[in-house]
């Protein structure tokens, strides 16, 4: 349970510091006083929304700190134990809100994600707001409210998962499928560009060398005729070959006599070597060419009809076969889009599967808890002056398509008179009706198993006379099992209490400040009294204030009770 908030530069308050009680505690004040800033800073430091706004004038951040007690056995510490948070028996909340919005927040001293200390207060504290029966009128509230209840908000999330993956494999189908015609048309101009250079017949041995055999091809003539001659003066009878020959035979003969001219004995058989190499080569260069001759009017029309394919592909003569094999890559993706059209209609239809199969029973789980729900808040109007009145949260399955939140609408329909036809919240039901119905519905969802301490602010409004004692009843009934801390604006509530608190708004050098105060027993009679007759409290309020402070003290549940 809550045991202690401090509250530092958070709009009206200063600094502030409260201390909390088991049971249940009242919270009132004249109206301006800043009655609900104990509720806004408990919804800080559970992980709800801030902004900068929320700073106190010329303060560079506002703190929220508070502090729960935890029974040991709780689901909570075993949540806490798995991110290595754990504190005893103890759990501090701290939130640091700075002046330009952004915010810290801290579980026992580690800083966390704001997403955590949302998890963890969610745990620990169940909100109840004083505009609660407006959300009443938005169709999907009725759905929160009912999963909330039957604790299938994670399955809700499962599926709207489910829902979410198999919208984007639907969206891509579509979008391939209304490409068709477009990828057809790319398809059969690519398929031609493919034909027309594998009908080319190319090599890129041919790619690489053919201008260069059609300029020898143009030259064969000259080419011949300055080939023949060098291969004459090195291979006739005077020419460098049987000079070397010649040269190397005296050389080897004379190096018997000189053992010095093996060197020179090496040097000319290596170049005799050389040069008949040479003339080897020139030889066969020489037989090449010849047959070229009258070669390059086929060499040039080849040229030409690659060099009008490069043109085509915006490439070069040797870049022809990656082009090829570029536009065979391309033709190959463009073919498997069927296939991946098949693939994708496959994973749809296994999403379809999955999402009927995890709403079928969400919904089951769903109509059971509708039926529970209905009938505890059905029962808690007729306390809270409301004869003859029921409510039914209806359920209307739709199988037709996959959507978000499951397979059905969920809507609260109710009759506030015996006879009379169930019909939407907002057509019949008038504003006390709504503030009674949203806190019959605040009382049954209140997550008490999880949250030991349950908050209503001004729940009660709209509710007077025989009614809000009632309602004060209610709540005190439920302070027997869990803290309950109840803002107020009704004498016949306060006067409920265990523990009262007064918020206090003073003004001082221009500034304002926000304080509450513990109240004594006279103090508490005052108080209830002032809510009774307004800012004069006579006698005659007074005694009526105590009076109804001690006859519901005498009429408090006894400890037997509590259990």
Known sequence: MLEHLHVKNLVVVEDLSVEFKSGMTVVTGETGAGKSILIQ??????????????????????????????????????????????????????RVIASDGKSRSYVNGSNVPLSTLKDIGSFLIDLHGQNEHQLLLRANHHRLLLDDYAGTQKQCEEVNNIVNNYQAVKNEVEDLQNNNSLLAAQKELITHQLNELIQAEMTQDELDNIEDDYKVSTNASQLVEKISKIIDSLDNESGVNNVLIESENIVNQSKELDSRLDTIYSLLAS?????????????????????????????????????????????????????????????????????????????QSKFEKEYYAKSKLLSAERVIASKSLSKEVTSLMQKLGMPGSEITFSINSSEGSVRLNGMEEIIILTKTNAGQDFKPLGKVASGGELSRISLALSVV??????????????????ISGSVAEIVGQMLKKLSNRYQIICVTHLAQVAAQGQDHMKVVKTQKNGSTFTQVASLSPKERTDEVARILGGITISDKTRIAAEEMINCLLYTSPSPRDRG
Do not use: W
Request: aromatic share 4%; with cysteine.
């Open 41 to 94: 800073a408990l919804s800080l430091v559970a992980g709800g929304r801030s902004d900068s706004s929320l700073v106190r004038k010329g303060a560079s951040k506002a703190e929220i700190v508070a502090t729960f007690s935890l029974n040991s056995g709780a689901e909570l510490q075993t949540f806490l134990k798995g991110l290595d948070l754990e504190n005893e028996n103890e759990c501090i909340l701290r």
């Open 271 to 347: 170049a005799q070597l050389q040069v008949q190499e040479g003339i080897y080569d020139l030889t066969d260069y020489l037989g090449k060419i010849s047959s070229q001759e009258d070669n390059s009017v086929q060499l040039s029309s080849r040229i030409n009809e690659l060099h009008e394919l490069g043109r085509k592909h915006n490439c070069q003569i040797q870049g022809l076969l990656e082009a090829q094999l570029a536009l065979q890559e391309n033709l190959n993706m463009l073919g498997s889009s069927s296939d991946k059209i098949d693939e994708l209609l496959f994973a």
């Open 445 to 462: 969802t209140s997550k008490t198993e999880l949250t030991p301490s349950v908050v209503f602010d001004e729940v009660d409004v709209g």
